[in-house]
Nanobody
Framework: QVQLVESGGGLVQPGGSLRLSCAASGSIFSIYFMSWYRQAPGKQRELVARITSGDTTNYADSVRGRFTISSDNAKNMVYLQMNSLKPEDTAVYYC?????????????WGQGTQVTVSS
């Protein structure tokens, strides 16, 4: 089995910064890509940023230029550096990884970490 654990969420003032981390453990042969999603109350879950095994990145328009996704493939970890945070960034943030193991290729999710941007 595979487990993803996020950390780094919290309460921050508008204009502030946070860094989220997500660590994967368990049966992992390879990771195709790592992503961060978020879900605000009453809204659908949306893709925030993604990084492939080849370090190609893409971002939602709403966060491009403010957020940076990075990874440490040796440690099976993904990070999301969030700068210039806005109240509309408030949401539960989830990491997701597409992983190949003995069970084939499957997407795994973390439990989520709350980010609240408020003065």
């Amino acid at each position: 089995q595979v487990q993803l654990v996020e950390s780094g969420g919290g309460l921050v003032q508008p204009g502030g910064s946070l860094r989220l981390s997500c660590a994967a453990s368990g049966s992992i042969f390879s990771i195709y890509f790592m992503s961060w999603y978020r879900q605000a109350p009453g809204k659908q879950r949306e893709l925030v940023a993604r990084i492939t095994s080849g370090d190609t990145t893409n971002y939602a328009d709403s966060v491009r230029g403010r957020f940076t996704i990075s990874s440490d493939n040796a440690k099976n970890m993904v990070y999301l550096q969030m700068n210039s945070l806005k109240p509309e960034d408030t949401a539960v943030y989830y990491c997701q990884m597409l992983i190949r193991n003995s069970g084939g290729r499957n997407a795994y999710w973390g439990q989520g970490t709350q980010v609240t941007v408020s003065s």
